[in-house]
């Protein structure tokens, strides 16, 4: 059993000035049974928290450091930027050369606004996509998630043609009235819906592959049909991109399953390990937005230096030639050796690329419905069990977990051993 006395009592004190001791829900760790793990440093695929106690991430900060922590040319961009000014207010070049990197890596982002989080960049693209279409109702996918925006904490209807409902308090009705929700990976649903509100009907958003229900591929094309019944209606597709973006391959999933949306949301790596995300898409959208249009954002610290400086260093890192096949190669051997040595203890493990999930489960997880049916109490015991071994994985049944460059194959041939030897 690892000492975690430290981390306990910094726990204890943080409960005297933060809500619920933590800045986020998840890290307290509630869903898994554990107390939260108080980190002093990171470096490449290594938490060591104040207990002085190691672990091997597969969190990496909710999919942000694809490259590793601390990655020294990434740091050292970074020391020089901030010896410059941390923030003016004002343009800087970096900001279009991070916004060129985008656009080459991600073409459907003709033009790139950069802000702060993917919350921030989901909520910019919806109110573009309203402004553009002249239309209020937006379609999301039940276990899709978009960041803590009040129009999109909503849950199911009874029916598909029911308006949503608010899933956290403090959201009044009025503000969740123009979302739909529908499953995901249903096409007959998305079918029947254009059918009624078509029309009125402004965006579809849609996580190209979900990760905040777990890891769930799209079945059976769906995602083409979505791209498919939009251009029908004249709606817009907006490809959240906030996990994906740069991960699975420098295009995103968008350039995987070879899908064009019409706008697109990418936060996590494009800031280097700094607070920065961006959304963009087609150029005749795009300029609907202030200054040029009637749309209006704004932030301070959007676009600031050290964050753009990051980015454009991780970026430039992640162009080198072989980058993703090597780590895709790595982390599809690496969840094969997890399903050869999780084989018949009720686990299934959906994969996309480099990131997967593990469902405590004996049926296939295509969407929420199934997602609700695994074990979440087991799923508390596995990564109790895993975090006392040294391996630190997403805190949730619901979350994906993700390999990295900086992840060694002996680390991930360990990682797959204590794995097998669960017995929860």
Known sequence: MLNRTKSIAAYKEALKYIPGGVNSPVRALKAVGENPLFIERAKGVILTDVDGNDYI???????????????????????????????????????????????HFIPSMERVRFVNSGTEAVMSAIRLARGYTNRNLIVKFVGCYHGHVDHLLVGAGSGVTTLASALSAGVPDAFVAYTLCL??????????????????????????????????????????????????????????????????????AQQLFNITPDLTTVGKIVGGGFPAAAFGGRADIMQMLAPEGDVYQ??????????????????????????????????????????KQLAGKGIVINAVGNMFTLFFTEGEVNNFEDVRQCDTVRFGSFFRYMLAHGVYLSPSQFEACFVSVAHTEKQLDRVASIAGNFNG
């Open 183 to 252: 499953p995901f990976n249903d096409k007959k649903a998305v079918d029947h819906l254009f059918s009624i509100h078509g029309k009125e009907i402004a965006a579809v958003i849609v996580e190209p592959v979900p990760a905040n229900m777990g890891v769930v591929p799209s079945q059976n094309g769906f995602l083409h049909y979505l791209r498919e019944v939009t251009l029908a209606y004249g709606a817009l597709l907006i490809f959240d991109e906030v996990i994906t973006g740069f991960r699975l391959t420098a295009g995103g």
């Open 57 to 103: 991430d597969f969190c990496l900060s909710w999919g942000v450091f694809i490259l590793g922590y601390a990655h020294s040319a990434v740091l050292r961009t970074v020391n020089q930027s901030i010896k410059l000014g941390t923030s003016y207010g004002i343009p800087t070049l970096q900001e279009t050369e991070l916004a060129r990197r985008v656009n």
């Open 298 to 339: 704004a932030g301070t610290l959007s676009g600031n230096p050290v964050a753009m400086s990051a980015g454009i260093k991780t970026l430039d890192l992640l162009s080198q030639q072989g980058v993703y096949d090597a780590l895709n190669k790595k982390a599809g051997r690496f969840v094969e050796q997890l399903r």
